[in-house]
């Protein structure tokens, strides 16, 4: 991967990071959904793994979050904001 693209899934990766923060600090969020952002963050962090498996696997565990129906609007947007910047750095990889 080149190091534009690199630098790119890097800030895509960060900016869900944002979010996902945003998410695991929200009390008003039932827990299992903030310890689903919190797995998601730990794979993020994951430098082991490249940007694209991250993404894609990140991409999969907040899909299955979204099936909770006590998930409040307001979470339900960000989790769909992150899974559309990882779907980007999928592009961007891929």
Same mark, same amino acid.
């Given at each position: 991967? %080149? %190091?534009? =693209? %690199?630098? *790119?899934?890097? *800030?895509k990766i960060a900016q869900a990071l944002y979010y996902l923060e945003r998410i695991i600090h929200d009390m008003g969020i039932p827990r299992n959904i #903030? #310890? =689903? =952002? %919190? *797995?998601a963050a730990r794979i993020l962090r994951n430098n082991e793994m490249s940007p694209g498996l991250r993404a894609s696997t990140v991409v999969s565990l907040l899909d299955d979050a979204l099936s909770d129906p006590n998930m409040p609007t307001y979470s339900r947007v960000?989790? +769909?904001?992150?899974i559309a910047? +990882? *779907?980007q750095v999928k592009d961007?990889?891929?």
């Open positions: 991967m %080149s %190091s534009l =693209a %690199s630098n *790119e899934a890097n *800030e #903030r #310890r =689903a =952002a %919190s *797995e960000l989790i +769909l904001q992150i910047v +990882l *779907e961007i990889v891929g």
